[in-house]
């Protein structure tokens, strides 16, 4: 009988450090995420004063208070994928210094493609504080581990 008593107690220690262990988690990575855009989300986060049938023909002024990294994908493509999952692992390493975002392009318009110029993926373009994007600022294609860790480091310094 006594037993069993330290086993349902042990029990209950155990739910109750699963518990405490589940809710730091949760606020410690509440903001730490990749946030996966639509393109309304896209031009009203991303594009400062944006207007859907405006052409962007001199650069981006960004709309967001941290840096960002876009990565612009289309679900299939093995390095964008690569991509993401790096994308995963610095959202918690510069967890509320940057915003993450990915946009898959087969959910976006010609004209929000023709006006972000995207001709491949993955495509990824590094807001930093400045908040401007010119045109061909943006990298096309695979980028590795460090390279992506270093584009980071680069836009927190702007």
């Known amino acids: 009988m006594r037993e069993k008593r330290n086993l349902n107690g042990l029990k209950m220690a155990t739910k109750l450090f699963v518990l405490v262990f589940a809710f730091v988690g949760i606020a410690n990575y509440a903001d730490a995420q990749v946030i996966e855009l639509n393109e309304r989300q896209l031009l009203e986060k991303v594009c400062r004063g944006w207007d859907y049938d405006k ?5 981006i002024d960004y709309n967001g208070d941290k840096p ?5 994908h289309n679900g299939m493509c093995p390095h964008a994928k690569r991509m993401g999952s790096y994308m995963d692992k610095f959202s ?4 509320g210094e940057v915003y993450f975002y990915k946009v898959n392009v087969l959910n976006l318009s010609d004209k929000t493609c023709m006006n972000f110029q995207l001709e491949g993926v993955p495509t990824m373009i590094f807001f ?3 908040g401007r994007y010119n045109f061909g600022d943006f990298i096309e294609g695979y980028l590795d581990f ?13």
């Open 128 to 130: 930093g504080t400045n």
């Open 68 to 72: 960002c990294v876009l990565l612009f």
């Open 92 to 95: 918690r390493t510069y967890r």
């Open 146 to 158: 460090e390279e992506f860790e270093e584009m980071i480091e680069w836009i927190l310094e702007e």
């Open 55 to 59: 052409d962007f023909t001199t650069g």
